[in-house]
């Protein structure tokens, strides 16, 4: 694994990076936390969970066991949390409503205008809200939209020609949630549809992440496997954001990019 910092090294890099025809780019949930969307990100939906258990009154105050519950609560997806909430079809709704949200930001839009335009050749994220949708919304028939089997299906054959939008993890405008990825016990395993877009849309391609922890179950371990050209996890600070990022890296040689995501998606592109 190699790490590259915001010097003269990560331009140079970021400058060869932007002659490449075969991008792909993966985002997670930290890109729909700027303004105007302002939507709680995994991690801060944990911090703040950590908060409403454990306020600040609860502890001593040097206590070894904050420090020891923090440490723990900092690896623990949002999906592990959400399984242990007994009531399924109020927990749809209640993500369904929370993420029926179309108002993009700048970011959104500078990824979808790249889609559109043919700059990068497919963008995955595992985000219900509906921003990137919107944005790309007036040019669907430059763009193919996967989020069901069915989308799978029905275009299998055109995915490898055609550029790709993946909403790994489901959509919050699909008809009862049923394709929503909520919890552990959905992360298991990858579908085998699932797997076989990230194969077709990968294979031999360069992969950019950003925004994005990886503290999930399925799709990590999958990427480990994909046949990409290399892979590139944008960080904002040099601690990596989960042990599956840390793996991947190490077992892919790929490299931390350590900078702002508006400053390499708005230097890159």
């Given at each position: 694994?190699?790490?590259?910092?915001?010097?003269?090294?990560?331009?140079?890099?970021?400058?060869?990076?932007?002659?490449?025809?075969?991008?792909?780019?993966?985002?997670?949930?930290?890109?729909?936390?700027?303004?105007?969307?302002?939507?709680?990100?995994?991690?801060q939906?944990?911090?703040?969970?950590?908060?409403?258990?454990?306020?600040?009154?609860?502890?001593?105050?040097?206590?070894?066991?904050?420090?020891?519950?923090?440490?723990?609560?900092?690896?623990?997806?949002?999906?592990?949390?959400?399984?242990?909430?007994?009531n399924?079809?109020?927990?749809?709704?209640?993500?369904?409503?929370?993420?029926?949200?179309?108002?993009?930001?700048?970011?959104?839009?500078?990824?979808?205008?790249?889609?559109?335009?043919?700059?990068?050749k497919?963008?995955?994220?595992?985000?219900?809200?509906?921003?990137?949708?919107?944005?790309?919304?007036?040019?669907?028939n430059?763009?193919?939209?996967?989020?069901?089997?069915?989308?799978?299906?029905?275009?299998?054959?055109?995915?490898?020609?055609?550029?790709?939008?993946?909403?790994?993890?489901?959509?919050?405008?699909?008809?009862?949630?049923?394709?929503?990825?909520?919890?552990?016990?959905?992360?298991?395993?990858?579908?085998?549809?699932?797997?076989?877009?990230?194969?077709?849309?990968?294979?031999?391609?360069?992969?950019v992440?950003?925004?994005?922890?990886?503290?999930?179950?399925?799709?990590?371990?999958?990427?480990?496997?994909?046949?990409?050209?290399?892979?590139i996890?944008?960080?904002?600070?040099?601690?990596?954001?989960?042990?599956?990022?840390?793996?991947?890296?190490?077992k892919?040689?790929?490299?931390?990019?350590?900078?702002?995501?508006?400053?390499?998606?708005?230097?890159?592109?």
């Open positions: 694994m190699q790490t590259i910092r915001r010097t003269d090294e990560a331009k140079s890099f970021i400058d060869g990076l932007k002659k490449a025809d075969d991008i792909v780019v993966l985002v997670g949930s930290f890109i729909s936390v700027y303004p105007p969307t302002c939507l709680f990100s995994g991690t939906f944990v911090e703040e969970v950590f908060t409403f258990l454990f306020p600040q009154d609860f502890f001593d105050s040097s206590s070894e066991e904050q420090r020891i519950l923090e440490e723990f609560f900092n690896h623990v997806p949002f999906e592990h949390l959400l399984e242990r909430y007994p399924r079809e109020k927990l749809i709704r209640v993500f369904k409503k929370a993420y029926f949200i179309k108002k993009f930001n700048p970011l959104h839009k500078l990824l979808a205008d790249l889609l559109i335009n043919g700059k990068i497919a963008l995955i994220t595992p985000n219900y809200d509906l921003c990137l949708d919107e944005a790309l919304s007036k040019c669907s430059r763009f193919l939209r996967i989020v069901t089997k069915n989308d799978f299906d029905i275009n299998k054959n055109n995915i490898p020609n055609i550029n790709i939008y993946f909403k790994i993890h489901g959509s919050a405008d699909d008809n009862e949630g049923e394709t929503l990825v909520l919890t552990l016990t959905q992360e298991s395993i990858l579908p085998e549809w699932k797997r076989e877009v990230l194969y077709q849309i990968l294979n031999g391609r360069a992969l992440i950003t925004g994005y922890s990886g503290k999930d179950f399925e799709i990590c371990p999958e990427l480990e496997r994909m046949d990409f050209k290399q892979i996890w944008n960080t904002k600070n040099e601690a990596l954001p989960s042990k599956n990022a840390e793996r991947l890296l190490t892919r040689n790929g490299i931390q990019l350590i900078m702002d995501m508006k400053e390499l998606l708005s230097e890159l592109f």
